[in-house]
């Protein structure tokens, strides 16, 4: 039981980071990025290749690069090319994938064998005993949680924030939308790369579809969070990412142990999940209309 | 201060919808001008503050403010000397930030400030004291999100976010028509005094001929995309709304046809 809930902590930390990033951009700056499946392996193809090359803490800044380029790339075919913003995150999805084939070698997967990474690292330093995954994991996402809930208390941080509230108020005071959704984008994409960094150097090994479906359950791990601990505050929204994030790893190890579902069968779970919490003001408003056209038909007239 | 020659601008030209929005407008403000603007649906009022603003680039014709010449720099640059505030007054604030984040956003467009510094206690005080001139109570509840206001706060918290650095110009589009009469009274009122205070060269478009002819110091009645009438100083101080209505007239051939002004006293 205590090595499912070590478990649950070490992957709902380490996944944290790709909530954080879709905290920034679905809901701070009000776009969809859906860059973030390739970010993500992108993420952990640099990470896995630079670790057997000898460079396990390099890779980490590395992977940042990436993925920040990966974003500004998003950034650049929405904000100056008009591409639809859904579809750019799309279009450099799509390119990603053989990006992150080039990074490997053009192999499907890279494994680590023998070679230090960042937790054996840790593992030799001592820190944290036979937790030392669990204490690396959470100081990583945490400090990127800190660093994040400071910068968007900065001047910088405060327009990307409005940009993503009020489009028109942006226009007319002085911030050029174009530059803080780049800026934005380039921040939540190096998180999903960091993240997909972390995890690579976690499980040694980096696998081409590593991260399909990964948008999904980052924002399933978001809204898990917000339902349990309210919106409106940024530091409130990046709690909430590590949160969700870590109630779903655990959900995800008890089912894994209990077998009450199968395990292929929690991804149709989650996209369900998340369909719905994202749908619910719809259905509600939906609910209330019924309501309201029922209760004006036994009033009568017709 | 700001001077426009003979500007166009034609919305979808070449189709079926084509609409001269502004043909061959010129004008010229001196410093320290307030004028306001009066004119019938569709002549142009809001196109020429857009025009001014850069929220599209004009046609023909050029732009220059301040002795720049302004024609085909993007918005957010404009921004910088140009303040604005729109009918709705939903379109000027950031809802889910708090009121000193959204004052902070205003004040970026005050010289080079560090992308990387926070709102610090000097920043704080200043925005406490700014606000307190509003007298509506909103200093003390700065670190509450804009969204829980109500409208006149939230238009008076824009007319302050427009003047915290102060504009060149200052754009005022029917910014009280969305607002009860007493709101509209009091935000009318600040508008007044900012504008004084800081002496900001201001143009306001309203629906009320009275309030075109009291507030400020010239009036410019528009129609099919021009300016008609335009009336200062002896002659001005003298005019009547009945006058004005009959001057209309008399410039274009037909009546003033704004729903609006006709309802207002």
């Given at each position: 039981m205590l090595y499912i809930l070590q478990t649950a902590l070490e992957l709902g930390f380490l996944y944290a980071l790709v909530a954080m990033a879709l905290f920034l951009?679905?809901?701070?700056?009000?776009i969809a990025d859906l860059t973030t499946d390739g970010g993500f392996v992108l993420g952990a193809a640099v990470s896995v290749t630079m670790a057997a090359a000898g460079h396990p803490i390099l890779a980490v800044p590395a992977a940042l690069i990436a993925g920040m380029a990966a974003g500004f790339v998003t950034a650049f075919l929405q904000t100056r090319l008009g591409v639809p913003s859904i579809l750019a995150g799309i279009v450099t999805n799509t390119g990603l994938y053989t990006i992150n084939l080039m990074i490997m070698g053009w192999s499907a997967n890279v494994s680590l064998l023998k070679t230090d990474t960042l937790f054996t690292l840790f593992h030799n330093t001592g820190i944290g005993g036979d937790w030392y995954e669990v204490v690396l994991a959470a100081f990583v996402t945490i400090l990127a949680g800190i660093l994040l809930v400071l910068f968007l208390k900065t001047r910088l941080g405060l327009s990307i924030r409005a940009t993503g509230d009020n489009m028109d108020m942006v226009r007319a005071s002085s911030i050029n939308p174009a530059f803080t959704i780049t800026v934005g984008l380039c921040i939540s994409n190096a998180l999903t790369a960091l993240s997909g960094a972390m995890v690579g150097q976690y499980q040694n090994t980096a696998d081409i579809n590593g991260g399909t479906g990964i948008v999904v359950i980052g924002l399933a791990c978001l809204i898990i969070g917000e339902t349990i601990l309210g919106r409106r505050t940024i530091i409130k929204g990046a709690i909430a990412s590590v949160t969700g994030s870590i109630i779903y790893r655990l959900i995800y190890a008890i089912v894994l142990y209990t077998k009450i579902v199968p395990v292929q069968g929690l991804r149709l779970i989650t996209a369900i999940v998340v369909a719905l919490a994202i749908a619910f003001p719809t259905i509600k408003e939906w609910f209330a209309f019924q309501k309201r056209k029922m209760a004006a038909s036994r009033k009568g007239g017709n | 201060m700001l001077d426009i020659q003979n500007i166009s601008k034609t919305f979808n030209p070449g189709t079926v919808n084509a609409k001269t929005a502004i043909s061959g407008l010129s004008l010229h403000l001196n410093e320290g001008d307030f004028i306001t603007i009066i004119g019938s649906n569709g002549a142009g009022k809001s196109t020429l503050f857009n025009a001014i603003a850069g929220v599209f680039y004009i046609d023909e014709g050029s732009i220059v403010l301040a002795g720049k010449d302004i024609t085909f720099l993007p918005e957010h640059k404009r921004s910088r000397s140009i303040g604005r505030l729109f009918q709705d007054p939903l379109k000027g604030t950031a809802p889910n930030m708090t009121i000193e984040e959204n004052l902070a956003l205003a004040y970026l467009r005050n010289v080079k400030t560090n992308s990387f510094s926070r709102i610090s206690k000097k920043d704080k005080a200043f925005f406490q004291e700014k606000l307190a001139l509003l007298e509506m109570g909103l200093e003390n509840r700065m670190?509450?999100?804009?969204?829980?206001?109500?409208g006149g706060q939230r238009q008076a918290l824009t007319l302050l976010m427009a003047t915290v650095v102060p504009p060149k110009l200052l754009l005022l589009d029917?910014?009280?028509?969305?607002?009860d009469p007493g709101t509209a009274e009091k935000v009318l009122a600040l508008t007044r005094d900012i504008v004084a205070r800081e002496h900001i060269t201001c143009l306001m478009i309203t629906h009320n001929m009275k309030q075109a002819l009291e507030l400020g110091n010239r009036t410019f009645l528009m129609a099919d995309g021009n300016i008609v009438l335009d009336v200062e100083g002896e002659e001005r101080s003298h005019l009547t709304v009945e006058d004005l209505l009959a001057r209309f007239k008399a410039g274009t051939g037909q009546e003033l046809d704004n729903d609006r002004i006709l309802l207002s006293e």
């Open positions: 951009s679905y809901r701070v700056l009000d | 670190r509450q999100p804009v969204g829980l206001l109500s029917e910014h009280t028509a969305a607002l």
